[in-house]
């Protein structure tokens, strides 16, 4: 099924029709992924739309850009107003936002000095790993693929370059016919999924990767261990051997497109019940409660798109 693209996207300070949003074949970025980017969703709300750490997320997009000495040609509050009016322009009330920066056409060395560029998409997109995901779960497996060993590649970029990575194990898992793939650090250890970070669930408390485990520092990462932590149930950030795995009461994969997403096995091996358990469901509960209003937003997390 071919995608339907939207009629309007915001490139370089304007908005334009999607198909007028181009650049050249021999840009930097096509070349060398020298892009950063967020991916960001507007959730629908009982006091409207909101976007979902807007903020934050465009912060860490000029984060990105700082490691690779990329001088961004707009401020946070331009970027911020360019995703409220693409949203708007789309006639979208529930979307995934894209913000992207680039190296452009003006040289053609790794280090040549370009224009950076910068566009912002808004689209509709449902369950990132299919539909039922977030309530049936996914089967998931560990990938033949390492993620980079510290001081190589800098893992807490949100840059172009980095999903190669997540690339190779994302389609060696559908090829083996998983939903999703798992990756280790360059130390053997647990990292992250493709393009998601992890929890496992041992007696009722949360335990997640440390950032330092070759892994972007995700923002709904962050949001659950926040809400987790207000209800009174503990997270652990710890180093972890692949083989908790198999042996957690339950597992889930988090972030803004594949949200909380339960995983029901690992690598063919059953992962606690089988099916999404009982932590789980609450974080999921106190996650999507922000949105319907179970959960008070008491860190001003929601944006009104108004």
Same mark, same amino acid.
């Given at each position: 099924?071919?995608?339907?693209?939207? /009629? +309007?996207? +915001?490139?370089?300070?304007?908005?334009?029709? +999607?198909?007028?949003?181009?650049?050249?074949?021999?840009?930097?970025?096509?070349?060398?992924?020298?892009?950063?980017?967020?991916?960001?969703? %507007?959730?629908?709300?009982?006091?409207?739309?909101?976007?979902?750490?807007?903020?934050?997320?465009? =912060?860490?997009?000029?984060?990105?850009?700082?490691?690779?000495?990329?001088?961004?040609?707009?401020?946070?509050?331009?970027?911020?107003?360019? %995703?409220?009016?693409?949203?708007?322009?789309?006639?979208?009330? =529930?979307?995934?936002?894209?913000?992207?920066?680039?190296?452009?056409?003006? !040289?053609?060395?790794?280090?040549?000095?370009?224009?950076?560029?910068?566009?912002?998409?808004?689209? #509709?997109?449902?369950?990132?790993?299919?539909?039922?995901?977030?309530?049936?779960?996914?089967?998931?497996?560990?990938?033949? +693929?390492?993620?980079?060993?510290?001081?190589?590649?800098?893992?807490?970029? =949100?840059?172009?370059?980095?999903? &190669?990575?997540?690339? &190779?194990?994302?389609?060696?898992?559908?090829?083996?016919?998983?939903?999703?793939?798992?990756?280790?650090?360059?130390?053997?250890?647990?990292?992250? !999924?493709?393009?998601?970070?992890?929890?496992?669930? #041992?007696? !009722?408390?949360?335990?997640?990767?440390?950032?330092?485990?070759?892994?972007?520092?995700?923002?709904?990462?962050?949001?659950?261990?926040? &809400?987790?932590?207000?209800?009174?149930?503990?997270?652990? /950030?710890?180093? *972890?051997?692949?083989?908790?795995?198999?042996? %957690?009461?339950?597992?889930?994969?988090?972030?803004?497109?594949?949200?909380?997403?339960?995983?029901?096995?690992?690598? !063919?091996?059953?992962?606690?019940?089988?099916?999404?358990?009982?932590?789980?469901?609450?974080?999921? /509960?106190?996650?999507?409660?922000?949105?319907?209003?179970?959960?008070?937003?008491?860190?001003?997390?929601?944006? *009104? &798109?108004?």
């Amino acid at each position: 099924m071919s995608m339907q693209y939207p /009629e +309007w996207i +915001w490139h370089n300070g304007e908005i334009k029709r +999607w198909a007028e949003a181009t650049t050249h074949v021999m840009a930097h970025a096509l070349h060398y992924g020298s892009s950063v980017f967020e991916g960001i969703r %507007c959730y629908e709300t009982a006091n409207g739309p909101a976007i979902f750490r807007l903020t934050d997320h465009n =912060k860490r997009l000029y984060a990105s850009a700082r490691i690779y000495d990329m001088p961004m040609p707009y401020d946070l509050a331009t970027i911020n107003a360019a %995703c409220r009016e693409v949203i708007k322009k789309n006639n979208l009330t =529930k979307a995934y936002l894209r913000p992207f920066a680039y190296r452009g056409l003006g !040289g053609f060395g790794l280090s040549a000095d370009t224009p950076v560029e910068m566009s912002v998409a808004s689209w #509709f997109m449902g369950p990132y790993l299919g539909e039922g995901a977030l309530e049936a779960g996914i089967d998931a497996c560990v990938s033949s +693929w390492q993620r980079f060993a510290p001081n190589t590649i800098p893992a807490g970029a =949100k840059a172009g370059g980095n999903y &190669l990575s997540g690339q &190779l194990i994302a389609r060696e898992a559908r090829r083996l016919g998983f939903g999703e793939g798992i990756a280790l650090a360059s130390t053997g250890l647990l990292s992250e !999924g493709a393009g998601e970070n992890l929890f496992l669930v #041992f007696d !009722g408390a949360l335990h997640t990767t440390p950032v330092s485990a070759a892994l972007l520092n995700g923002i709904t990462r962050n949001t659950l261990i926040t &809400l987790a932590r207000d209800a009174g149930i503990e997270v652990v /950030e710890r180093d *972890m051997p692949r083989e908790y795995l198999y042996l %957690c009461d339950e597992l889930f994969m988090c972030g803004t497109a594949a949200e909380i997403t339960p995983i029901r096995s690992v690598d !063919g091996r059953q992962v606690g019940a089988g099916h999404a358990g009982p932590v789980t469901r609450r974080i999921q /509960e106190l996650f999507f409660g922000l949105f319907d209003g179970r959960t008070p937003d008491k860190h001003g997390w929601l944006e *009104m &798109l108004d």
